[in-house]
């Protein structure tokens, strides 16, 4: 079974910075576009940035030059480099990442477990 199993969330101060780590575990057989979404408290869940398998990137206009995504295909990995900090990045973070789990079956979208970022003094 293929799991995405997300660490780096915590507590940081305004103006701080956090990394966050998705990576992928189980038996598949290729990994597409990967990325993080966010669902602040009481609201839906938001796209913050995607990657794709050839590296090109796109990000949410509230997080642009503050955040960067980035992948290492060798680990499996998806990270998220949160940089200044605003108390409305207090969110709990997915990541998502579409999978091909057998040859010929396609991708399928796979999500993580969530991981909370809290931004507060």
């Known amino acids: 079974q293929v799991q995405l199993v997300e660490s780096g969330g915590g507590l940081v101060q305004p103006g701080g910075s956090l990394r966050l780590s998705c990576a992928a575990s189980?038996?598949?057989?290729?990994?597409?576009?990967m990325g993080w979404y966010r669902q602040p408290p009481g609201k839906q869940r938001e796209l913050v940035a995607t990657i794709s398998s050839s590296g090109s990137t796109n990000y949410a206009n509230s997080v642009k030059g503050r955040f960067t995504i980035s992948r290492d295909d060798a680990k499996s990995t998806v990270y998220l480099q949160m940089n200044s900090l605003k108390p409305e990045d207090t969110a709990v973070y997915y990541c998502n990442a579409d999978i091909e789990v057998f040859v010929n079956w396609g991708l399928s979208p796979h999500w993580g477990q969530g991981t909370q970022v809290t931004v507060s003094s």
């Open positions: 189980g038996r598949f057989f290729s990994i597409g576009d």
